[in-house]
């Protein structure tokens, strides 16, 4: 196993991946904080403004400078939805030393500038820099208006926010403009504080890295200084309560657009643990590959759209169906993606369906130590669904669904919200 | 076969041109079990019009026939489509179309990689187009066209090359238009598969852990004989060394504007691209980049939220620079880059930050070494610009201040320079 993980301290883990497969390490720190409309758009806030400077290197420029010195690392950070919890991620990439024209070590070099941007960051009389959060909240404000920007992935947040009104899984993960007016570089400081003294914290280092990099890091004064905790988060695989719907609520919006965008969201009421490796595979059969119910018959022989396919959302036990189409042909397609959830609950598929799923998911999976932050992003969900599954393991749990379990799974399928995004 | 080794990066590539005139190109990669292949034909959207090498026919061609074929590649006469195989052998398989090229690819990750090369060789060397399967197809891809109507981005790029260019097919989309390609039948299919597909016209990409020699017999144990082909004349519109607009603005649904700055640069030259092509990329991170002060001035004033896109875009039959962003001032940011332009060429380049700068690109190019995927692309877009990939790492050291400040007095001329921006309706 190239993996392993060690707690520094309570709440403060460790994790390391042993790999020669790249020309670069990588390093990622996240911070995880339950989904809360009170702090979404403060952290969305938060990760823009540490990475305008720290006690060391206090503008942005002297942080790219630095980058740019060591042969272009690349540092990047931003938040994101995991299930119920919003995680604030920074990484940091740079080229192993064996690639470099010089003898150097920038392994140990990125890990701190690293750590001083997320625990050792500017301030002027004891504050953030004001400049940087009235910078930063204008930027933050012009994200959250370019929601709109991507059609395709605007219908399909617009979906979970219908189907998830009022609940945690349904705020928009930068947050909201309205709550931007209230934080100033003074409050935003302080509950930088409070988080930084209690949040769940996550290391990781993926590449061909030395041994020794652990003790580097226990040795950090950063590290040092931090204190034991116990987080606040929302474990990932506890089981979800779905209720049944008697009608989906059917919402559609305008805007001047050709092609309409129709997302259907599905819940899925079976939350038995091994029902997750059900719906995978029903899920590929339905809308995840070339192969499926889909892409044949709604793109491939009814030539209905260009796009047409599902996806399934773990976490949150809900498929997503995607398809760009001709607006007026909204009736027709929506009919025929009923027909096709219907074939699946007969069980209208064959065997060769259900292996072409599983061989196109276990190779997906397969392949995840191909990249190295799907890699860290595969042990990191591992982590907050507080289990630990080895790739290997979850290739095997795949292969042994049958096609009475994914039968089970498409009686268990209801539409929850039906979304257009039409002109 | 020939083998160039780059020992600062520590990697191989082995060349073979086959008989037939096929280019093969191996880059064995140990210590991963993606394998990736794609086979490519110097056969885009810009060859338009050419003289086909048996008959001495001159085929003039409706706008989106490359990017059609792509589609239709996959349907076979047995009924399959190709893409279904490949995916149920759990292959990432895909194709794409570009202004230049057309490539067919797959990423395996099991040991089904010979069963996939079976069915990718089959494919794309057994073309099977029929009235009807024509018909169908215009359908899907009249979507598809109809999909990118609505991205802005695509929008600005082709305004882009609508300023630049009078009369390149660089400036038309790639999938053609509803109107265009409602004239496309088989039989322009097959004059451009018969012309463009012969193996002389090719190129053949993989990397993975294999051993070349092995490799290489398999690919051609499922080649299938072809007579050879004289060299396909192209004939392209003369284009004129000015550009064509200075400006072009549309309106569209997106929340800030984008803009994109457009330079005309001359017809590449094969000896000297890599070098231009790595001083252009360090002179865009100077006038514009995440450390520039420019980038400093424009981000702290709030006008650009994320540093531009840079790029340098060529093939044999067009080069321009591209500067793109999203921004609420694009037409001050547009101004205020041709005076740093202007500034750069009067003071001259700074030395710390020139060879800062470098050092960010040449890391940058060790980088697409991660993958199996980026690898494989790169050797095979650059060979149909008549490059070495290897050649960005090893000519690295040749772009000298001097000639990076040559480079910026000869490239980014205003007249030369255009803008394209798209704003919220």
């Excluded at chain 2, 020939?2 to 990669?29: M, Q, V």
């Excluded at chain 2, 001159?58 to 996959?74: C, N, Q, S, T, Y």
Aim: a negative charge; proline letters at 2%.
């Amino acid at each position: 196993m190239n993996y392993k993980k060690e707690n520094l301290k309570q709440g403060i883990t460790f994790h390391k991946i042993n790999t020669n497969k790249f020309k670069t390490n990588l390093f990622a720190i996240f911070l995880t904080t339950k989904l809360d409309r009170e702090t979404i758009t403060k952290n969305a806030l938060l990760a823009a403004v540490l990475r305008r400077g720290t006690k060391k290197l206090n503008t942005q420029e002297e942080i790219s400078k630095s980058l740019e010195n060591m042969y272009g690392a690349n540092f990047d950070c931003g938040v994101e939805k995991t299930g119920d919890n919003q995680v604030i991620k920074f990484y940091l990439e740079s080229i192993n030393n064996e690639f470099l024209p010089s003898q150097e070590n920038l392994s140990k070099e990125c890990l701190e500038i690293l750590l001083d941007i997320v625990f050792n960051p500017f301030l002027e009389d004891n504050k953030f820099k004001q400049e940087y959060v009235d910078g930063e909240k204008e930027n933050l404000k012009q994200i959250i208006q370019g929601k709109i920007d991507n059609k395709a992935r605007y219908a399909y947040d617009r979906c979970i926010e219908e189907m998830y009104k009022n609940e945690p899984y349904g705020l928009y993960k930068y947050g909201y403009i309205e709550d931007l007016e209230n934080i100033n570089s003074q409050n935003l400081y302080e509950y930088y504080l409070e988080l930084i003294k209690t949040v769940k914290i996550d290391i990781f280092v993926s590449g061909d890295l030395d041994e020794n990099i652990i003790s580097e890091i226990k040795e950090n004064e950063i590290i040092k200084n931090l204190e034991e905790r116990i987080p606040k988060y929302n474990i990932n695989n506890e089981n979800i309560q779905k209720n049944k719907v008697d009608e989906p609520q059917v919402i559609s919006e305008s805007m001047q657009i050709t092609q309409g965008k129709l997302i259907l969201g599905l819940d899925v009421l079976e939350n038995k643990k091994e029902c997750k490796y059900w719906a995978s595979v029903y899920n590929i059969i339905l809308g995840g590959s070339a192969n499926s119910k889909m892409f044949q018959n709604v793109r491939e022989k009814a030539s209905l759209a260009y796009s047409a396919g599902s996806s399934y959302l773990r976490q949150k036990d809900n498929i997503f169906i995607k398809c760009g189409i001709d607006i007026p042909n909204y009736e027709k397609t929506l009919g025929l993606i009923k027909e096709q959830l219907k074939q699946m609950e007969n069980g209208d598929f064959t065997d060769d369906d259900i292996n072409n799923a599983k061989i196109l998911i276990s190779s997906t999976v397969g392949s995840i130590p191909e990249t190295q932050d799907s890699e860290i992003t595969y042990y990191f969900s591992q982590e907050l669904s507080d289990e630990f599954v080895s790739i290997e393991d979850y290739i095997k749990k795949i292969n042994e669904v049958t096609k009475q379990q994914i039968i089970e799974i498409a009686k268990n399928i209801q539409i929850n919200t039906i979304y257009f995004l039409k002109d | 076969m020939k083998i160039i080794e780059s020992t600062k990066i520590k990697e191989k590539a082995y060349f073979e041109k086959l008989e037939n005139g096929l280019n093969i190109i191996i880059i064995p990669k140990a210590n991963t079990n993606k394998k990736y292949i794609i086979w490519g034909t110097n056969f885009g959207s810009i060859d338009n019009r050419f003289i086909m090498p048996q008959t001495n026919e001159e085929v003039f061609i409706p706008d989106g026939v490359a990017h059609f074929l792509e589609h239709k590649m996959f349907e076979q006469k047995n009924g399959t489509n190709s893409l279904d195989v490949l995916m149920a052998l759990g292959l990432e398989a895909n194709a794409y179309t570009t202004n230049d090229h057309t490539a067919y690819l797959f990423e395996c990750s099991s040991d089904k990689f010979y069963e996939g090369l079976d069915e990718l060789m089959d494919y794309v060397q057994n073309p099977y187009f029929t009235n009807e399967n024509v018909e169908k197809e215009k359908g899907i891809i009249g979507q598809e066209i109809m999909m990118y109507d609505d991205d802005p981005g695509f929008k600005l790029y082709l305004n882009t090359m609508d300023c630049l260019y009078h009369k390149n097919a660089v400036k038309l989309d790639i999938a053609g238009t509803i109107e265009s390609i409602s004239k496309i039948d088989p039989d322009v299919l097959y004059k451009c598969y018969n012309t463009f597909y012969h193996p002389s016209n090719m190129t053949l990409v993989v990397c993975g852990d294999f051993k070349p020699e092995d490799l290489l017999e398999e690919i051609k144990k499922r080649l299938q004989p072809k007579e050879n082909q004289g060299e396909i004349k192209r004939i392209y519109e003369i284009e004129e060394d000015t550009i064509n607009k200075k400006s072009k603005e549309a309106n569209m649904e997106v929340s800030t504007p984008i803009f994109m700055i457009g330079i005309k640069d001359k017809l590449p030259n094969t000896e000297e691209i890599v070098k231009k092509h790595i001083a252009i990329e360090v002179l865009l991170n100077m006038l514009i980049g995440k450390s520039s002060n420019l980038y400093k001035e424009l981000y702290n004033t709030g006008d650009l939220l994320a540093e531009p896109d840079l790029e340098y875009e060529f093939s044999k039959q067009y080069a321009h620079v591209l500067v793109g962003g999203q921004s609420k001032n694009p037409e001050m940011i547009y101004e205020k880059f041709k005076d740093e332009v202007s500034k750069f060429k009067k003071d001259g380049l700074n030395e710390e930050h020139f060879e800062r700068i470098k050092r960010k690109i040449y890391g940058d190019y060790v980088t697409e070494y991660n993958s199996v995927a980026d690898i494989a692309r790169m050797f095979l877009a650059d060979s149909f610009k008549g490059i070495n990939s290897f050649d960005y790492i090893e000519k690295f050291n040749t772009v000298t201040k001097e000639y990076t400040q040559q480079i910026l007095n000869e490239v980014f001329s205003e007249d030369k320079m255009a803008v394209s921006i798209i704003k919220p309706k």
